[in-house]
C-alpha cells in the first residue's frame, strides 16, 4: 500500500496517533500487517499487508483513524510477487 499524507501530519495526527498505533499493532500481532511507516520526508506512507485480497486492504486501510480524519489523503493497493 502507497499512501499520501496531509500537510502539516505531525500537528494533525496528534488526536489520532494513539487508536492509529494500537490498531496497527493489532493487524501486525494478528499477522495481517507486515509493515507500515512513512517516507523520511513524511509525505508518502508504504505498509506491506497479507491479506487474501485487495478489498480486506482497503478494509483495513478505510478503517484507520489516519484515513477517517484525513491524515492519509489517498491511497493505492498493489499486489507484488516475492522474488526472494
Given amino acids: 500500500m502507497w499512501g499520501s499524507y496531509c500537510e502539516g501530519v505531525l500537528e494533525k495526527r496528534t488526536p489520532y496517533r494513539q487508536a492509529h498505533l494500537e490498531g496497527l499493532n493489532r493487524q ?32 483495513l486501510v478505510e478503517s484507520d483513524p489516519y484515513w477517517q480524519n484525513g491524515i492519509w489523503t489517498d491511497y493505492e493497493v498493489h499486489e507484488w510477487i516475492q522474488a526472494i
Fill in 28 to 59: 501486525k500481532e494478528s499477522g495481517t500487517l507486515i509493515t507500515l511507516g512513512p517516507t523520511q520526508d513524511l509525505k508518502r506512507v508504504f505498509g506491506i499487508y497479507e491479506a487474501k485480497d485487495k478489498a480486506t486492504i482497503r478494509h
